[in-house]
């Protein structure tokens, strides 16, 4: 059973090479922390409150980590190798914190393509306003198994 109209579907294995990159650029507002808190119940008072994390050597909240590895496999869902993609393997360092309202931008790149195991790697950085680095990534992802004109296809039979 489908719902709605048929989606975009990202690039297959055979559509992707090393060296295919992409830059995303994001902003961390009150309203995407707000749904965070709210959705997984973590009211951890580094993330939220400014007299507990004053007291800490980050001395402002900041923003969770999980929330930065969301932005991380929203972009590979969308983008590169975009939708139909699954993440396999993620590993990640936080090199340092992301404070509220910071402006983050995440440099994507295919670092490698193994057509046997079906499966890509692609490494991020992410850098501040300032250009400090404030995380390394390494991602594995599975690419979309179907094509856009397998899909249309199978949609039309």
């Known amino acids: 059973m489908s719902i709605g109209k048929p989606r975009k579907i990202g690039k297959t294995i055979e559509e992707i090479e090393e060296g295919d990159s992409l830059s995303l650029t994001e902003s ?10 709210g959705l997984t119940n973590d009211a951890n008072p580094l993330y939220i409150q400014h007299d507990y994390a004053k007291q800490t050597e980050y001395q402002k909240p900041i923003v969770p980590s999980i929330m ?23 590993s990640i360092n936080f090199i340092e914190p992301v404070f509220h309202y910071e402006t983050i931008t ?52």
């Open 68 to 90: 930065l590895m969301g932005i991380i496999t929203s972009a590979i869902s969308k983008h590169l190798p975009g939708p139909g993609s699954h993440v396999v393997n993620f």
């Open 106 to 157: 995440f440099q994507f790149e295919v670092i490698k393509v193994d057509k046997r195991k079906d499966v890509i790697t692609i490494s991020v950085e992410a850098v501040n306003s300032e250009e400090d680095r404030v995380l390394d990534a390494v991602v594995m992802v599975q690419p979309p198994m179907v094509t856009a004109e397998q899909l249309e296809d199978e949609i039309n039979e």
């Open 28 to 37: 961390i507002e009150d309203n995407q922390l707000l749904l965070y808190l």
